[in-house]
């Protein structure tokens, strides 16, 4: 049985290794290879969530003092956590759990066929 790593700390990112390694197990594809792919989405997770608190504290523009300048900037978190999902969800292509990647999905379009498969 594999556990999410002792860095993990956040709830949220615990409930996810929960799930992925869920889904991988009924799937028969939990392995130590799938494995390190569940800890990297896992640590993302736990870092959007860091993102998201700093957004909830300082908002999504920030003051930003550079002398006799003041200006609102965007926060940086905002970028941050639109990258973590972007990079999550090649992950969880990567391990097939995408509706698009469901094979379920595939063989039920594959086996109806359509009038494209003549051409």
Do not use: C, W
Not at 69 to 76: A, G, P, S, T
Not at 81 to 99: D, S
């Amino acid at each position: 049985m594999y556990k999410p790593k002792k860095i993990i700390k956040d709830p949220e990112a615990k409930k996810m290794f929960k799930i992925v390694s869920g889904e991988l197990e009924k799937e028969g594809k939990l392995n130590d290879n799938t494995i390190m792919i569940v800890d990297n989405m896992v640590l993302l997770e736990q870092l959007k969530q860091q993102h998201f608190a700093d957004i909830k504290e300082r908002g999504v523009v920030e003051l930003f003092i550079n002398g006799s300048q003041e200006m609102f900037r965007e926060n940086k978190s905002v970028d941050k956590i639109l990258k973590i999902v972007e990079q999550q969800r090649k992950l969880q292509a990567e391990l097939k759990l995408t509706p698009a990647s469901d094979k379920k999905v595939t063989g039920a379009v594959n086996e109806n066929g359509d009038d494209f498969e003549e051409f």
